[in-house]
């Protein structure tokens, strides 16, 4: 009887493990950032989506060296199913087969892709096939403080403001006692990244029409490689990279000891949380020969290895609706959703912040830190034709051009920098496909 009894318990037990058994199909994700961006994945977006979707479980990934990490295990055949991409790398990543192509996705989905910001798309698609859904467009902005413009009688910038002023202006700005600088005109990273923008200003280009070859050795370039050797080393406007050490442009902009300053607009809830009192401002970035503003768009795409697509398409499409996409910008505004109805929503408008990220308070916030944003995309000043597959080459390659340009007592001109860069680049592409 106690046998009986005990065959009994023990095939219960069993039962009730077969009942709790997760039949779920997992999928994984993976993304980069600050830990406090994780929450807005972890605690919303997942939450939700494996709430529509009951028959999903979504594993969640945040990686450091991301760009290596991802590369290291696709290599592998065990790349994350849904996988963030930063634009620099998306070609990159279609090139070595990464990515699953989408096109058939979109079609039964039906997504209106005339929504998405038009820049993104030459990014996500190669060869006539589309790779990735894109999340969020960030932009290129001129961060400045209205106060020092007001106390030296200058006009603020704004969209008609050129390269040719804000030099002017940086001179003004610039307040000098003896050989000390205590405060610069204009401060930003001095790389390649930002390089771009003032290239593509002066009506250059990083890449060949093909994307097969460096262009960064023309004229156009080396002009933009003058004006900033005009701002650092010609006016002293600026200061060293050696100067500034480990100090980063936007702690010299948010404490004062710069009147302009030149990134993303991911860094505008950073400046805000540093300086809670700063009341600075952002437009586009100032016009060259033409009116550009260098965007760079996150996206998500399905690994070509995925065993579950499918499922993975569902949440690459959910991270990327109007309303996931509005969400993103109201809590983490770091870069504005790359549909325009949600860019031109009244919800753009509402940011609130996430935790301790800092929201903006008010109508006249947002006008002064983030309505440029939806001028820029109303004026479709944003582009991303600097993306090309051989991005990381540029970058390396162009951030040494630069170093030995603007680095005190240098005899390394403009044009020998770059097109010595352009010959490296060129070199190395083709060594890569050989």
Not at 83 to 101: E, H, S, T, Y
Not at 287 to 299: H, T
Request: with cysteine.
């Amino acid at each position: 009887m106690k046998k009986a009894v005990a065959i009994l318990a023990f095939s219960c037990l069993l039962f009730l493990a077969g009942c709790g058994k997760d039949d779920r199909t997992v999928i994984s994700m993976s993304v980069w950032g600050m830990p406090w961006e994780d929450k807005l994945y972890t605690e919303i977006y997942i939450p939700e989506f494996e709430k529509q979707n009951p028959d999903i479980k979504v594993k969640f990934n945040n990686y450091t060296n991301y760009r290596e990490k991802i590369l290291t295990l696709a290599a592998g055949n065990n790349a994350p199913d849904v996988i963030r991409q930063g634009a620099a790398d998306v070609p990159n990543f279609i090139q070595k087969g990464m990515n699953l192509p989408l096109d058939d996705y979109f079609e039964e989905s039906g997504i209106d892709r005339s929504d998405f910001v038009d820049a993104a798309w030459p990014v996500a698609t190669m060869d006539g096939k589309t790779y990735a859904i894109p999340q969020d467009e960030n932009l290129f902005a001129l961060y400045y403080d209205p106060q020092a413009f007001k106390e030296a009688g200058l006009k603020e910038p704004d969209h008609d403001y050129t390269l040719e002023q804000m030099l002017k202006d940086a001179e003004v700005l610039t307040k000098k006692n003896g050989d000390n600088v205590e405060r610069y005109g204009l401060v930003q990273g001095w790389n390649a990244w930002n390089f771009m923008n003032y290239v593509m200003a002066f009506n250059g280009s990083i890449w060949s029409e093909d994307l097969q070859t460096s262009t960064i050795g023309s004229e156009e370039a080396i002009k933009a490689l003058e004006y900033w050797k005009q701002l650092m080393v010609d006016f002293n406007l600026t200061p060293y990279q050696s100067e500034m050490g480990q100090i980063g442009p936007d702690v010299y902009f948010q404490t004062g000891k710069a009147a302009m300053y030149l990134d993303g607009t991911w860094m505008a809830p950073s400046i805000t949380k540093a300086a809670p009192d700063f009341k600075f401002k952002a437009t586009s970035f100032p016009k060259g020969d033409r009116k550009v503003v260098r965007a760079q768009s996150v996206m998500w795409a399905v690994s070509a290895d995925s065993k579950h697509p499918d499922e993975a398409w569902k949440l690459a499409e959910f991270l990327s609706t109007k309303e996931a996409l509005t969400q993103y910008w109201q809590t983490l505004w770091v870069a504005a959703p790359a549909r325009y109805s949600a860019v031109n929503s009244e919800e753009f408008k509402n940011v609130t912040g996430l935790e301790d990220i800092p929201g903006i308070d008010s109508e006249e916030e947002f006008k002064d830190k983030a309505a440029w944003i939806v001028e820029t995309f109303d004026n479709k000043w944003d582009t991303q034709e600097w993306v090309g597959p051989y991005h990381s080459i540029y970058e390396q390659e162009v951030d040494n051009a630069i170093q030995s340009v603007l680095v005190k007592g240098s005899k390394v001109t403009p044009r020998e920098a770059l097109k010595k860069a352009e010959e490296n680049i060129n070199k190395t592409i083709q060594q890569q496909k050989d």
